[in-house]
């Protein structure tokens, strides 16, 4: 690396340092507005600084939500969106991984067309088959339930993929020395496979999540019932009613606890996340 | 593609994929079928009969003004998103992959707004540029300009454009910095000692070596602002005011469950599959490129 | 305790290449049995067919008197030691040697003993609690090896185990290996390109070419005698001089007319103005010298340029010779020099190099 001289490196820093506050901005804003009086804001006339509201507000917030008549406490919706990203990405890694361990370690009549018809799902997003997908899960009668959530959206090439790439970097002999160690394809799976994935696998489980909490589109089809509302799609129900209503205070502190867990987990878990964005990129 | 070493067995390769087999099938082609099926079919209005009617949808959907408008309005939306949040995180990525004390730490400052939720990003932005109580609406309205997104189009445009990219740098600086990593440091020591300044380093070195990175980013990009902006739009201005802020995913959702109109809605379904199969195919044949580089 | 008989094994894969072209080799109970050739002779593939990790096409492969062609590997009572050594990285070196005795059902008491026993042996009982990649290349040779012998298997089988280890360790854990085996007295087959390894190891010595065998012995009655050119120019370092043989004397051997070849080793030659009788002497100019301390190598060119001679591995350019000397006295670069060898240090082969024809 070329070292510079001092002028340009504190241009550097200066710049980075701008880029950190106008990234951090918005949310600095969501913070200091949870903390205030809504009349205050309401009125236009919001403190930059932190108010003196935030043990109330947040209480109402988690505990019982906004004063309308439909509220529904965010606690729960946490729960909800909770449950739905550990059911899309355990699901995903669990069937991802058994299916590219058939696809790697096994030749079986249709295997090619069937990796084709899973690769093929990349270019089916939800959004593309929105309706006719809505539809086939108000017939098997799972709106407004945890399966309803993540079934539709667990189906993961990528991870498909992913794995299938990793697999393939696992040197043979590791399966033949299993096989002379009296191992079987469960067994090399279960004692061998799986503990070399764990890397991997948690790679993944932390982009996964992070995705999974944040869908929007498909739970706001999907639940009809306010108990089953993912925090996404409740935050959006708080500011559909008029303006003068809005309690932005309790908006504000929802959005908080909304970004809270899949930002603590990609600060907390920086190598992991860093590593699976760009291995599921690949 | 498959290994030398491998088991034999008759039923347990299809034991293992038949939950990812079944799922797929159930969710993703059984759905897309339907799609295209009802994109032929033209309902009546309580929804009791519907007729075949060829391609009438999708003639409907091209002689619509309102799609038309859509999809520049979407492909505008896309190269704003991605030309304003990649230069700016190349900026970032540029100056954080100096020799700088901190560059841990500047990083994780520049990486976590990628875990914020599009309809969360809304919130915020909305909340920030509300005509009436945003707190940086004032100083807009101190300098003179008539701030109203809610009423203004071009205004709400911008106002999603900026939101959209603001979610995306994180994204972007952290690909960057990953590819700026990837040069070999003794390529630029070779243009420092070639008599390079810095400036004409990054213009004669970085930016080249970079290119397959920025082509990957920008693709990746487009497909963001095609599909994720969703979340943004909605919790902002729910496509208005009137129909200028509407993209085609959002004409989908709206036209779909608002209108009723369930034969325009999965034409447009379709149309987005194509584009959705185009774009990943160009993504592929990068890929390819990107292996060989 | 078992004898290892391979009888007309064939491997064709689906794509029709034939990489074993019938192959018979008798291992007796306790030999050690090694397979050496250069790079895709076939030999390793042969030995994955014995391990059951290859399928085998045609003969059979009999393992102390039962046909294995359809066993599982893990049902065939052997024991292999991977070039890459396959621990797994996951399990510390205790769980590696013991993964194959518990996948048996082996009682954990009894598992321990034999663990306990071979880490012993092999000094690796510091080491028991580390993970193969704490662990150095030669200790994590070791680990692949008592992986092997914890088992106490019929048939231990070595994919040239020592290739990835430096000059210096390859030469010790060949001793080890060797040492080892005698008094397990067990069934051994190694697979190797190295013909030093091969020498200094083998009861019984294979060299393989092109998916055949070339010649099937003693390693020192191979050295004395090998049976075509491609072992005359294998086995032996600096390899043996071929040369197209013009020489009366020696033709007469052949019948009229027919071109023949001659293979004179290194080290027969000496320097000296005198023919022996029934010897030959070669006038050269030395090129070349190379001086490794004991001995010295000389390279020299002929004066008259003789035909290229059929060989495969180690083959000289036409026209050079090595001559190989005692001590680090040689003569300069430039001078011409004559060398001889006596009569029954002479190799002949037929012309196509297939055949030895006794002198």
Known sequence: MVEEEGFRRYVAHAILWIGIAIVAFPVYIAIVASTQDNALIANGQMSLLPGGHFFEV????????????????????????????????????????????????????????????????????????????????????????????????????????????????????????????????????????????????????????????????????????????????????????TDALTEWPIVMATAVLAMLPPVFVVVAMQKLFVRGLVETEK | MQKQAIFQSKLLPYALVAPQLAIVLIFFYWPALQAVI???????????????????????????????????????????????????????????????????????????????????????????????????????????????????????AALIILAAAWKQISYNFLFFLAGLQAIPKSVFEAAAIDGARPMRRFWTVTFPLLSPTIFFLLVVNIVYAFFDTFGIIDTMTRGGPGTSTVTLVYKVYSDGLLGGNLGSSAAQSVILMVMVIVLTGIQFRFVERKVTY | ????????????????????????????????????????????????????????????????????????PADRDIAMVFQNYALYPHMSVFNNMAYGLRNRGMKEAEVKTRVDEAARVLELTPMLERKPRQLSGGQRQRVAMGRAIVRQPKVFLFDEPLSNLDAKLRIAMRVEIRKLQRRLNTTSIYVTHDQLEAMTLADILVVMNGGQVEQVGNPLAIYEKPATTFVASFIGAPPMNLMSTRI????????????????????????????????????????????????????????????????????????????????????????????????????????????????
């Not at chain 1, 529904?72 to 069937?95: D, Q």
Request: net charge neutral; charged share 15%; aromatic share 10%.
């Open chain 3, 1 to 72: 305790m078992a004898n290892v008989t391979l009888r007309n094994v064939r491997k064709t894969y689906t794509g029709g290449f034939e990489a074993i072209k019938g192959v018979n080799v008798d291992v007796a109970d306790g030999q050690f049995c090694v397979l050496v050739g250069p790079s895709g002779c076939g030999k390793s593939t042969l030995l994955r067919m014995v391990a059951g990790l290859e399928t085998v096409t045609g003969g059979e492969i009999d393992i102390g008197g039962r046909v294995v062609n359809q066993v599982e």
């Open chain 1, 58 to 241: 947040y209480y109402q917030t988690i505990f019982v939500g906004t004063s309308g008549s439909t509220r529904e406490p965010v606690g729960n919706m946490m729960l909800n969106s909770l449950v739905m990203a550990l059911a899309i990405a355990i699901g995903k890694i669990a069937i991802s991984i058994i299916s590219a361990y058939a696809i790697v370690y096994f030749r079986f009549p249709f295997r090619m067309p069937i990796f084709w018809i899973i690769f093929i799902t990349l270019m089916l997003p939800v959004e593309v088959r929105i309706y006719p997908t809505y539809k086939i899960v108000a017939d098997l009668h799972m709106l407004d339930s945890y399966a309803g959530l993540a079934l539709p959206l667990i189906a993961s090439a990528t991870a498909t993929l992913l794995f299938r790439q990793f697999f393939m970097t696992v040197p043979d002999e590791l399966l033949e020395a299993s096989r002379i160690d009296g191992a079987g394809p469960l067994r090399f799976f279960w004692d061998t496979l799986l503990p070399l994935s764990r890397t991997n696998m948690a790679a993944l489980f932390v982009i996964l999540f992070i995705l999974g909490w944040n869908q929007y589109l498909w739970p706001l089809l999907i639940t009809t019932r306010d108990d089953m509302q993912t925090i996404q799609v409740g935050i959006r129900k708080m500011i559909t009613t």
């Open chain 3, 248 to 359: 009366d004397e020696i033709k007469s051997q052949l019948g009229a007319g027919e071109a023949g070849i001659l293979g004179i080793r290194p080290e027969d030659f000496v320097i000296t103005e005198q023919t022996p009788a029934g010897g030959v002497a070669l006038p050269l100019t030395v090129e070349a010298i190379e001086r490794v301390g004991a001995e010295t190598f000389v390279y020299g060119s002929r004066a008259q340029d003789e035909q290229r001679v059929a060989a495969t591995p180690g083959e000289l350019p036409p026209g050079e010779v090595i001559v190989r000397i005692p001590g680090s006295e040689a003569p300069p670069i430039g001078q011409k020099i004559r060398v001889a060898a006596v009569r029954n240090k002479l190799h002949l082969f037929s012309g196509d190099g297939r055949t030895r024809i006794e002198a």
């Open chain 2, 38 to 156: 009802q994109s032929f079919l033209l309902q009546d209005a309580f929804g009791l009969s519907s007729t075949f009617v060829w391609f009438e949808n999708y003639i409907e959907l091209f002689k619509d003004a309102a799609y038309f408008e859509a999809i520049v309005r979407t492909f505008f939306f896309s190269f704003a998103i991605a030309v304003s949040s990649l230069s700016f995180a190349l900026l970032l990525a540029v100056m954080a992959d100096k020799p700088l004390r901190g560059s841990m730490l500047y990083r994780t400052l520049l990486i976590w707004p990628y875990a914020v939720a599009p309809p969360v990003v809304g919130v915020l932005w909305i909340f920030m540029l509300h005509p009436s109580l945003g707190v940086l609406s004032r100083y807009l309205r101190n300098m003179g300009i008539d701030w109203n997104p809610l009423l203004n189009g071009d205004q709400a």
